[in-house]
């Protein structure tokens, strides 16, 4: 693939043709934040933070930077009011879930997102999938799923798989930016194969 | 029958079909429509039993067809050749209706169409005011034909609009001419589909595919399972005069698992045009090989969105993708996909026929043709109805919806279901036009219209809507997810009288941030029944918002 010039941020930048805006932003030293994204990972474009305003044959839209492939002359810009309005919104609506994740307090101050604008809900869970990604592409064990739609949607490991497969890796654990995959992975352990736990405790 | 190896044999083959037809044979269309159902095969058997009994078998025809539009007055049965029009038929009316009218050439008087306002009986459907308003291009011939019957489809021109494209057209004239009808998409979006062919056609690869979308998931949408269950061949031969003119040699029917009727008529569709020679290999000896593949969805909203759907075709869930790149570019397995909607593709067989002059005739100047709309809520005549774009949507409502029930004033009309906009009573007279529309904030969507009368409250038809989304939003990206979660909460609130201050403008703020930033399509348009009902409605809200506040 050829190389693209393109402007991000009034900066010219080179970049190969299939790169999306948010890698080529991040090798010209711009930061975007991202909660989804992980370099092992296909971008995913769930979290909706990594927005930007992208200007392209005239007309200004708003596009997911990590999955928004680059092109000749597109004008990109990391930072405007409406994307301050967009990021600070996502993260009000994400601290009500998890109001202690220490990514979401940084960038909450940054964006002045009030923590408590909207009423705590139960999960801690902000649903960026990266445990779920990560054991479907990296480990291809797919011991932890989505399952259900919209609102309801939540994560929950395979009792049968997770038996198998979790003991000796959990290697998921440091990527949750909450603490409610490990919260998860102890409660299907207690309810689906506590032995295995009591027999490793007895060693 | 044999398969059909040319243009002549086609032909030859219709001529035969349309000999054989006894045209003055008294035959009676039974409308075997889904949307009024009730006792159906009862009603079916019925007048079978009847003919049996008085020995008039081969004597009378019995055709059980699609919809015929009027769903208000279901089952229609209609009498050929005389087309007097029988409304609500029951099972018990078979043995006089078979007796006085097929035999006697009577009119059974207690089952004609009387007008509730003037009182006046209608015999013939033409003089029903309710047809008499429509412009059926495309309903109007499911009365004429059993859906099952590939002959019946040829006895009425079938397939000889894909005759003429394969045998005296170029790939590139087939796209020229669906591009100067400039047919635009009847599934939501209205984007030129030729445009959109052409992108498909220009992508530059090996193998392309054509859909269509008959997943028509949106509430009080019911047009397009209409036309495909009631005449299905228009359809597939659309979709093989698309594949032709795209470049495809595929085609995909992606439609709904819960309506075995339906799927049904499309299997012995696609098994009858196979037979014939419409699909296959060579087809009618062009050259051109075309195959066609029906898959079923999973039972969720949101895989009637492109790129969704085109996952759930690959196998995977259906979960919708940014179309960053275009789905005629990159779709199915990454090869061009060129997806349009059930209404879509039965529109061109009529415009290679026809001509795109005299297509290009019907409509205002940026939406031609017609359009089928499904007609419900507080409306008397609910039913699909065909009109030319540019008739106003007083006409549909009244001249043709018959007005409103129980003496009640319009208040508002809504196109597009949960992802469309309200239009109060005084912007009744907006002309049915993709750009009007949608410049107002209610675009046609796929063209399900709401009437709402005055008792209507506002504030609880945007929660109706937001509910059906909370079920059918994927829950992958944060702002239709979330701010779906939060949008519920208010109006839950407001509902339960705890509005506070403030909630307006939180609704505002997380409307917009979801039309920006969502993923795909639906959460994008999540939030528009909300805004159009804040440009329209905002004193609704504020008051429900004051009094409850008053209360406390």
Same mark, same amino acid.
């Given at each position: 693939?050829?190389?693209?010039?393109?402007?991000?941020?009034?900066?010219?930048?080179?970049?190969?043709?299939?790169?999306?805006?948010?890698?080529?932003?991040?090798?010209?030293?711009?930061?975007?934040?991202?909660?989804?994204?992980?370099?092992?990972?296909?971008?995913?474009?769930?979290?909706?933070?990594?927005?930007?305003?992208?200007?392209?044959?005239?007309?200004?839209?708003?596009?997911?930077?990590?999955?928004?492939?680059?092109?000749?002359?597109?004008?990109?810009?990391?930072?405007?009011?409406?994307?301050?309005?967009?990021?600070?919104?996502?993260?009000?609506?994400?601290?009500?879930?998890?109001?202690?994740?220490?990514?979401?307090?940084?960038?909450?101050?940054?964006?002045?997102?009030?923590?408590?604008?909207?009423?705590?809900?139960?999960?801690?869970?902000?649903?960026?999938?990266?445990?779920?990604?990560?054991?479907?592409?990296?480990?291809?064990?797919?011991?932890?799923?989505?399952?259900?739609?919209?609102?309801?949607?939540?994560?929950?490991?395979?009792?049968?798989?997770?038996?198998?497969?979790?003991?000796?890796?959990?290697?998921?654990?440091?990527?949750?930016?909450?603490?409610?995959?490990?919260?998860?992975?102890?409660?299907?352990?207690?309810?689906?194969?506590?032995?295995?736990?009591?027999?490793?405790?007895?060693? | 029958?044999?398969?059909?190896?040319?243009?002549?044999?086609?032909?030859?083959?219709?001529?035969?079909?349309?000999?054989?037809?006894?045209?003055?044979?008294?035959?009676?269309?039974?409308?075997?429509?889904?949307?009024?159902?009730?006792?159906?095969?009862?009603?079916?058997?019925?007048?079978?039993?009847?003919?049996?009994?008085?020995?008039?078998?081969?004597?009378?025809?019995?055709?059980?067809?699609?919809?015929?539009?009027?769903?208000?007055?279901?089952?229609?049965?209609?009498?050929?050749?005389?087309?007097?029009?029988?409304?609500?038929?029951?099972?018990?009316?078979?043995?006089?209706?078979?007796?006085?009218?097929?035999?006697?050439?009577?009119?059974?008087?207690?089952?004609?169409?009387?007008?509730?306002?003037?009182?006046?009986?209608?015999?013939?459907?033409?003089?029903?005011?309710?047809?008499?308003?429509?412009?059926?291009?495309?309903?109007?011939?499911?009365?004429?034909?059993?859906?099952?019957?590939?002959?019946?489809?040829?006895?009425? #021109?079938?397939? =000889? %609009? @894909?005759? *003429?494209?394969?045998?005296?057209?170029? !790939? $590139?004239?087939?796209?020229?001419?669906?591009?100067?009808?400039?047919?635009?998409?009847?599934?939501?979006?209205?984007?030129?589909?030729?445009?959109?062919?052409?992108?498909?056609?220009?992508?530059?690869?090996?193998?392309?595919?054509?859909?269509?979308?008959?997943?028509?998931?949106?509430?009080?949408?019911?047009?397009?399972?209409?036309?495909?269950?009631?005449?299905?061949?228009?359809?597939?031969?659309?979709?093989?005069?698309?594949?032709?003119?795209?470049?495809?040699?595929?085609?995909?029917?992606?439609?709904?698992?819960?309506?075995?009727?339906?799927?049904?008529?499309?299997?012995?569709?696609?098994?009858?045009?196979?037979?014939?020679?419409?699909?296959?290999?060579?087809?009618?000896?062009?050259?051109?090989?075309?195959?066609?593949?029906?898959?079923?969805?999973?039972?969720?909203?949101?895989? #009637?969105?492109? =790129? %969704? @759907?085109? *996952?759930?075709?690959?196998?995977?869930? !259906? $979960?919708?993708?940014?179309?960053?790149?275009?789905?005629?570019?990159?779709?199915?397995?990454?090869?061009?996909?060129?997806?349009?909607?059930?209404?879509?593709?039965?529109?061109?067989?009529?415009?290679?026929?026809?001509?795109?002059?005299?297509?290009?005739?019907?409509?205002?100047?940026?939406?031609?043709?017609?359009?089928?709309?499904?007609?419900?809520?507080?409306?008397?005549?609910?039913?699909?109805?065909?009109?030319?774009?540019?008739?106003?949507?007083?006409?549909?409502?009244?001249?043709?919806?018959?007005?409103?029930?129980?003496?009640?004033?319009?208040?508002?009309?809504?196109?597009?279901?949960?992802?469309?906009?309200?239009?109060?009573?005084?912007?009744?007279?907006?002309?049915?036009?993709?750009?009007?529309?949608?410049?107002?904030?209610?675009?046609?969507?796929?063209?399900?219209?709401?009437?709402?009368?005055?008792?209507?409250?506002?504030?609880?038809?945007?929660?109706?809507?937001?509910?059906?989304?909370?079920?059918?939003?994927?829950?992958?990206?944060?702002?239709?997810?979330?701010?779906?979660?939060?949008?519920?909460?208010?109006?839950?609130?407001?509902?339960?009288?705890?509005?506070?201050?403030?909630?307006?403008?939180?609704?505002?703020?997380?409307?917009?941030?979801?039309?920006?930033?969502?993923?795909?399509?639906?959460?994008?348009?999540?939030?528009?029944?909300?805004?159009?009902?804040?440009?329209?409605?905002?004193?609704?809200?504020?008051?429900?918002?004051?009094?409850?506040?008053?209360?406390?």
């Amino acid at each position: 693939m050829s190389d693209v010039l393109l402007t991000i941020d009034g900066k010219e930048v080179r970049a190969k043709g299939e790169t999306s805006i948010l890698d080529a932003a991040r090798s010209a030293g711009i930061f975007i934040p991202t909660l989804c994204h992980h370099e092992k990972l296909d971008p995913y474009g769930g979290c909706r933070l990594c927005t930007v305003e992208v200007e392209s044959r005239g007309r200004t839209s708003y596009v997911a930077s990590c999955l928004y492939p680059v092109e000749n002359d597109l004008i990109v810009r990391t930072r405007s009011e409406k994307i301050a309005k967009i990021r600070k919104v996502i993260l009000e609506l994400l601290l009500a879930h998890a109001p202690d994740s220490p990514q979401l307090v940084s960038l909450a101050e940054e964006y002045g997102a009030k923590p408590d604008r909207f009423e705590k809900e139960s999960s801690f869970c902000i649903l960026c999938g990266l445990c779920v990604r990560y054991c479907a592409e990296v480990k291809k064990k797919n011991a932890i799923a989505f399952v259900d739609q919209g609102p309801k949607r939540e994560v929950n490991f395979i009792p049968e798989i997770a038996s198998k497969e979790c003991w000796n890796c959990k290697e998921c654990f440091s990527l949750c930016p909450t603490s409610y995959l490990q919260a998860a992975y102890f409660l299907t352990e207690a309810l689906a194969f506590p032995q295995r736990a009591l027999k490793s405790s007895e060693k | 029958m044999a398969r059909i190896n040319s243009g002549p044999e086609l032909e030859d083959a219709r001529k035969v079909i349309v000999s054989k037809r006894e045209l003055d044979k008294a035959w009676l269309a039974i409308c075997g429509g889904i949307s009024c159902l009730g006792g159906r095969d009862s009603l079916i058997h019925a007048f079978e039993e009847e003919i049996r009994k008085q020995a008039l078998e081969g004597k009378v025809g019995v055709r059980v067809t699609g919809c015929h539009g009027f769903c208000a007055q279901g089952p229609n049965v209609v009498i050929y050749p005389e087309e007097i029009c029988y409304v609500r038929v029951q099972p018990e009316d078979a043995s006089e209706i078979v007796s006085r009218t097929l035999i006697g050439k009577k009119v059974v008087d207690r089952l004609v169409y009387t007008d509730p306002v003037t009182g006046k009986k209608a015999v013939h459907q033409s003089e029903i005011p309710y047809y008499k308003k429509q412009t059926r291009n495309l309903l109007g011939m499911n009365p004429r034909i059993d859906p099952r019957s590939i002959d019946d489809y040829l006895a009425i #021109g079938g397939y =000889s %609009a @894909l005759a *003429k494209a394969l045998l005296r057209m170029s !790939p $590139e004239q087939v796209l020229e001419e669906v591009k100067k009808a400039n047919l635009r998409g009847r599934g939501g979006g209205g984007f030129p589909a030729g445009l959109k062919w052409e992108t498909a056609r220009n992508a530059k690869a090996e193998i392309k595919y054509v859909i269509c979308n008959g997943h028509e998931g949106e509430p009080g949408a019911y047009m397009d399972r209409a036309i495909f269950q009631g005449n299905p061949h228009l359809i597939v031969e659309g979709l093989i005069i698309g594949g032709y003119a795209v470049g495809a040699r595929q085609g995909f029917i992606y439609t709904r698992h819960d309506m075995p009727r339906l799927r049904e008529n499309v299997d012995l569709a696609l098994k009858m045009a196979e037979e014939y020679g419409f699909l296959g290999k060579n087809i009618l000896g062009s050259g051109f090989d075309f195959q066609i593949e029906v898959h079923l969805d999973v039972g969720i909203f949101v895989s #009637g969105e492109a =790129s %969704a @759907l085109m *996952k759930s075709i690959e196998g995977k869930a !259906p $979960e919708p993708r940014p179309k960053y790149t275009r789905t005629a570019v990159k779709g199915i397995w990454e090869r061009p996909s060129n997806l349009n909607n059930v209404e879509t593709w039965a529109n061109v067989p009529q415009i290679i026929s026809k001509g795109s002059d005299w297509y290009a005739g019907i409509g205002t100047e940026r939406s031609k043709g017609t359009k089928m709309i499904s007609l419900s809520g507080n409306i008397v005549n609910t039913g699909v109805v065909e009109v030319p774009f540019g008739t106003s949507l007083r006409e549909i409502v009244y001249d043709i919806g018959g007005g409103i029930p129980n003496g009640k004033k319009l208040k508002a009309v809504h196109f597009g279901a949960a992802m469309g906009g309200t239009l109060p009573v005084e912007l009744i007279d907006t002309p049915l036009d993709f750009d009007a529309l949608s410049k107002l904030g209610a675009g046609i969507g796929a063209g399900g219209l709401f009437v709402m009368d005055e008792d209507t409250d506002m504030v609880e038809m945007s929660r109706f809507f937001l509910d059906f989304l909370a079920n059918e939003s994927c829950g992958k990206c944060v702002p239709c997810r979330e701010g779906i979660r939060q949008m519920l909460r208010i109006f839950s609130r407001m509902s339960e009288g705890k509005g506070k201050e403030g909630d307006i403008e939180t609704l505002e703020e997380l409307c917009e941030v979801g039309s920006l930033a969502s993923l795909c399509a639906l959460g994008k348009t999540t939030s528009s029944p909300i805004r159009s009902a804040l440009r329209f409605f905002r004193k609704e809200y504020e008051k429900s918002i004051e009094s409850k506040a008053g209360a406390v």
